[in-house]
Nanobody, 119 residues
């Protein structure tokens, strides 16, 4: 069973930093893209960042230059370093795994970790 476990959320003041982690398990001999999404109350879930299986990264315009995604292949873990946080970054943050096992594709979502930024 594929599992995603997020950690690292919390409450910080504006300008602060947090580092989120998403640990994936339950698969072998697969490649993956790992995404971060977020959803603020009353808003649609939105894309934040992606680490492609080839190591390429991409970011939403709203976080570019402040957030950085990285991976620890040995631990199947992806991190999201969030600096210069703003109140508008307040949301539930979710990791999403796009899993490629041979010719098959599947995706999985974590349960989310709350990030709250106060002004």
């Amino acid at each position: 069973e594929v599992k995603l476990v997020e950690s690292g959320g919390g409450s910080v003041q504006s300008g602060g930093s947090l580092r989120l982690a998403c640990a994936a398990s339950g698969y072998t001999d697969c490649s993956y893209d790992m995404n971060w999404y977020r959803q603020a109350p009353g808003k649609e879930r939105e894309f934040v960042s992606i680490m492609h299986k080839n190591g390429a990264t991409n970011y939403a315009a709203s976080v570019k230059g402040r957030f950085s995604i990285s991976q620890d292949n040995a631990k199947n873990t992806v991190h999201l370093q969030m600096n210069s946080l703003k109140p508008e970054d307040t949301a539930m943050y979710y990791c999403k795994l796009d899993l490629y096992c041979g010719s098959s594709y599947s995706n999985y979502w974590g349960q989310g970790t709350q990030v709250t930024v106060s002004s």
